[in-house]
């Protein structure tokens, strides 16, 4: 008998994103409906946000070690983009 061997966490969780993308960009570039595609861009934005931690997790990683490497690399996500954001005021008051 041969054992099947499961899927990891993290390439199961790449995989889901990569479809997220790519449903995204469909209801986007959809002209049916407004609503449609006010979820596509929704969905666009989160699954690139996940994506971008979730891109540097090794994808043969274990369920712990992905979620505590996704806290950690969201964490310095959420810091980066929350410094951009208290700076950004700066910054154009200095290019004035």
């Known amino acids: 008998m041969s054992e099947r061997k499961e899927t ?3 390439y199961r969780v790449q995989a889901l994103l990569i479809v997220g993308l790519l449903l995204s ?3 986007i570039m959809q ?3 407004m609503v449609l595609y006010q979820i596509g861009l929704l969905l666009l ?3 690139t946000l996940v994506q971008i931690p979730f891109g540097n997790i090794p994808p ?3 369920r712990r070690r992905t979620l505590r490497m996704f ?3 969201l964490l310095i996500l959420i810091a980066v983009f929350g410094v951009g ?3 950004a005021p700066m910054l154009v008051n200095m290019g004035r």
């Open 8 to 10: 990891p966490f993290a």
């Open 25 to 27: 960009f469909v209801l």
């Open 31 to 33: 002209t049916v409906s």
């Open 45 to 47: 934005i989160a699954s």
């Open 60 to 62: 043969e990683a274990d």
């Open 71 to 73: 806290a950690w690399m």
């Open 85 to 87: 954001i208290l700076i």
